[in-house]
């Protein structure tokens, strides 16, 4: 069975404002025809065409977007200022620019999509003065230089093998991996390979690989390995998940639009969350991470097992 996927807020924030003015300058669209277009269902457009109702510039009910899809067919209006074309300045265009030309340069599986946004960013931004002259510089860091190995790995098709740190486990493995994609998730860089340790496709953060040897065997990942759909993170739910009951205080409500929560609800200023996972060694970092701010509510398990770390910190500190 497929494993469900959860949206976080930012990627539907995202859709919605692609959505907007593309269904506005196709009004009267059947709604099948949109779906297909937006490339969703037709049971999502609908929900974010409810959703669109409570949105706008504004409090006021002359401020807000109005929707319609009765008939089958999908009328947008009062939306005309999220419909503008966007508009960037200077500084937004170079970063951009700088940004795409990095990913070029690096090479990330998705170099055609790069390329295209690039050409047509370069395109519009040439009358700017010294755009010409922005160029990107290698980073030479320890973390930059193994993912410099590992793109050339990829290139050249060859399989690696990492020393890799797993701090849920506090432990170092060595592993032989044959690479997929380099990806940028949620501000780090991962490796995505064939393991040949856990024979399963795994997700490895570059900046816990402590060293990396390019092998003179061809990468050879088997056929039914598959690339993992990162659209809603690095960390995604599985069939073993525990689903652990947290209870946070408004400075940890962040935790609820972070990572896939089943469901929420709130209790006074309190958010009540039901969070699954499988990794006791991950739920003790976060909970002690927050620092009084997250209480684990249930099952018993996981609030002995925090307890527990919470105690064993303390007394590294000599404190009760």
Not at 130 to 146: K, L, P, S
Not at 263 to 279: A, H, K, W
Not at 282 to 305: D, H, I, K, S
């Amino acid at each position: 069975m497929s494993r469900p996927k959860v949206e976080t807020a930012t990627s539907r924030v995202e859709r919605l404002l692609t959505m907007v003015p593309w269904l506005v300058g196709r009004q009267g669209i059947e709604i099948s025809r949109a779906a297909e277009g937006l490339g969703i269902s037709e049971d999502q457009l609908k929900k974010d065409l409810d959703l669109l109702f409570v949105c706008g510039y504004g409090p006021m009910t002359d401020e807000l977007i109005e929707v319609s899809y009765e008939g089958g067919r999908v009328f947008v209006t009062n939306a005309d200022t999220i419909a503008r074309p966007l508009r960037l300045s200077v500084d937004e265009a170079i970063s951009l620019i700088v940004g795409l030309r990095s990913l070029s340069a690096l090479g990330t599986g998705e170099s055609g999509a790069v390329e295209r946004a690039l050409a047509k960013l370069e395109e519009v931004a040439g009358s700017i003065p010294g755009v010409e002259r922005v160029m990107v510089v290698d980073d030479d860091t320890e973390a930059g230089r193994t993912r410099s190995v590992l793109q050339d790995a990829l290139s050249a098709g060859r399989r690696v093998h990492l020393t890799y740190h797993v701090p849920s486990r506090d432990e170092r493995t060595e592993r032989d991996v044959d690479p997929m994609r380099l990806a940028r998730v949620e501000g780090h860089w991962y490796l995505e390979g064939w393991c040949h340790r856990a024979q399963d496709v795994r997700l490895f953060r570059t900046d816990r690989i402590e060293s990396v040897e390019v092998l003179d065997l061809p990468s050879e990942p088997p056929a039914d390995a598959v690339r993992r759909d990162l659209s809603a993170g690095a960390y995604q739910r599985g069939e073993g998940d525990l689903p652990v009951t947290l209870r946070l205080k408004p400075s940890a409500h962040w935790v609820a639009e972070y990572y896939p929560v089943t469901s929420r609800e709130t209790s006074g200023e309190d958010l009540v969350v039901t969070l699954p996972t499988s990794n006791e060694g991950f739920l003790r970092r976060l909970v002690l991470r927050l620092g009084g701010a997250a209480q684990v509510v249930a099952p018993e398990v996981a609030r002995t097992a925090v307890a527990e770390a919470a105690r064993e910190s303390l007394a590294a500190y000599g404190t009760h």
